[in-house]
């Protein structure tokens, strides 16, 4: 049961995403942009886990409509998805559909 132990829930327009007291993330829905960060634009009518590199190290996230954004239990910043206007913060406007660790200026 895929519900079981939740700990927190977010949605966007379209998508949504879970972690688990274990700390896994599972993401559903809308996905054109590559917002769920599973590796391609399909959309996910049920839950699933994410891939191995960030299954396990979510501390929170957010998701909106075009893009998401984890912080990892190691508090790194990552994002997927849509960035226009360079919202993801990577120093590029090119989308990604993988989780990709955003480095903040000291």
Not at 8 to 14: E, K, L, P, R, V
Not at 19 to 38: E, H, M, P, T
């Amino acid at each position: 049961k895929i519900m079981d132990d939740v700990k927190s829930f977010d949605a966007g327009n379209g998508n949504s995403f879970l972690i688990k007291n274990n700390d896994s993330l599972f993401v559903a829905g809308y996905n054109a942009s590559g917002q769920l960060g599973v590796g391609d634009e399909r959309p996910r009518r049920s839950f699933v886990g994410l891939k191995d590199s960030v299954k396990t190290v979510i501390s929170s996230g957010s998701a909106n409509s075009a893009s998401t954004f984890i912080i990892t239990l190691s508090n790194k910043l990552m994002a997927t998805g849509l960035s226009t206007s360079y919202k993801l913060g990577t120093g590029t406007t090119t989308a990604t559909n993988n989780f990709t660790t955003i480095t903040l200026p000291n």
